[in-house]
């Protein structure tokens, strides 16, 4: 196929997109909002993966999946570089990466460019989709738990309120955060989160790591059924990718992003260190009991371990907005166009509204954490953090150098298939525990 025309109109479109962009963030900041992205409420579903892992598998497994995903980071990155110097552009997002990557490759690959666009704004806004889902699942069962200490207590657990009708008693706040279009606007709701999730991560540390208990009964290894779950969850918790991109982009010394230490490796040997941390500590302390969350653990008769869970709780609710801007503004901008001007606000706010209750309604469905997360994990995370990253610098060196005996497609169809592998395993175990749930 002669893709040369086709190739000249996305490169001149591409050069527009990037034109305009101001890099303005030092490392200290890029390093700041690299961890805050990264270590998010997922960490507090590690000591259950560890519970489906094991002692020994799940430490060794976790710190390699960390290295897998900072490798799958670089690559991702440095494929971007590469890029950008061939079309003589700044910048590229990971959509337009992708795109130019199938340019770059095989001519068979060159016609699905603009799909690969496609599938990765997709799965870009897929997976913070489904992550709020989470979130509301998770909001609605530290609620229900404290309501349940407060006002039911001793009634049995099927006599009590159903967790749906908290998620659905939700449904005021996230609609009115949803409905916040200027970023500005959000920044005191992230600034008051960051602070809760502090506060509430520390005292839940404290609780961890006060008298854990003997440990002889713990498997070093779990059994095959219970690993898909854990590889899902690990996935799911580590995955920052969607912000690398605008984060790179941003910075005044992008070339500072990547080397050594560098702010990408620096950040991630950090957040490797806090999840192999926590999963170990929640797990030993509470073993077979650990819950799908850690804060649901606590012990719900002490006011400290109640804060937590509150603090916590406040803190995801007071994020809804701004995670919720990033799924909206990657799809109205493929759909703005095809709406007249005189009706934009009226269909952005109409389209923030079905995407709200888009996610409460499948919180609704699946309120069922532990599946959910993995769930995320395994069809979200597995392909935007794995899979893709592994394809794009896969056709971005195939015409120019796949390294000595091609060991570079020889290692990224490794990462392929692992991702496959994480996929189809976490996708059918997390179904078949919801269907067995309900």
């Avoid at 992205?37 to 060794?60: D, E, K, Q, W, Y």
């Avoid at 290894?221 to 854990?230: H, K, L, N, R, S």
């Avoid at 002490?302 to 799809?331: M, N, T, W």
């Avoid at 592994?390 to 298939?417: M, P, Q, S, Y």
Wanted: net charge neutral; aromatic share 10%.
């Amino acid at each position: 196929m002669d893709g040369g025309g086709s190739r000249e109109k996305t490169e001149k479109k591409m050069d527009e997109r990037c034109k305009g962009r101001h890099p303005e963030e030092c490392d200290a900041g890029a390093l700041a909002h690299l961890l805050k992205c990264s270590l998010g409420t997922g960490i507090l579903a590690m000591p259950h993966a560890f519970r489906n892992a094991g002692i020994v598998f799940g430490f060794v497994i976790t710190v390699l999946i960390g290295v897998v995903c900072t490798h799958c980071v670089h690559i991702l990155v440095k494929s971007s570089h590469i890029l950008c110097r061939r079309q003589k552009i700044p910048s590229l997002t990971y959509a337009q990466t992708a795109e130019l990557a199938f340019l770059s490759g095989p001519p068979s690959l060159q016609r699905f460019s603009s799909l690969s666009r496609i599938f990765a704004s997709v799965m870009m806004a897929l997976t913070y989709f489904c992550s709020l889902c989470v979130y509301l699942v998770f909001i609605a069962t530290s609620i229900k738990q404290l309501a349940d200490h407060y006002y039911q207590e001793g009634t049995p657990e099927e006599d009590t309120l159903n967790i749906r009708f908290y998620i659905l008693m939700l449904a005021p706040f996230v609609y009115a955060l949803g409905m916040i279009t200027n970023l500005k606007f959000l920044v005191p709701f992230s600034a008051a989160a960051n602070l809760l999730m502090m506060t509430g991560f520390a005292i839940t540390l404290y609780y961890m790591l006060t008298d854990i208990p003997p440990v002889e009964n713990l498997p070093y290894i779990a059994t095959a059924d219970e690993i898909p779950i854990f590889f899902s969850t690990v996935i799911f918790a580590m995955e920052g990718i969607g912000v690398v991109m605008p984060l790179e982009n941003s910075m005044k010394n992008p070339s500072h992003f990547l080397g050594c230490p560098g702010v990408l490796n620096t950040s991630m040997a950090i957040v490797i260190f806090m999840y192999t941390l926590v999963g170990l500590a929640g797990y030993l302390k509470y073993g077979d009991d650990t819950a799908a969350s850690i804060t649901l653990n606590l012990p719900i008769g002490e006011v400290l371990a109640q804060a937590v869970k509150f603090l916590i709780a406040a803190a995801i609710l007071l994020s809804y907005g701004l995670q919720v801007f990033i799924p909206v503004d990657i799809v109205w901008t493929s759909l703005q166009g095809l709406v007249p001007e005189r009706w934009k606000y009226v269909a952005l706010y109409c389209f923030r509204v079905i995407v709200v209750s888009a996610t409460i309604a499948v919180a609704v469905v699946v309120p069922n954490l532990g599946p959910a997360i993995s769930l995320v994990g395994a069809i979200c995370f597995s392909t935007l953090g794995l899979l893709t990253p592994a394809v794009i610098e896969t056709a971005t060196c195939w015409e120019h150098d796949l390294g000595r005996w091609n060991w570079l497609l020889w290692k990224n169809l490794f990462i392929i298939i692992f991702s496959l592998v994480a996929l189809i395993t976490g996708t059918y175990t997390s179904i078949i525990e919801i269907i067995t749930a309900y």
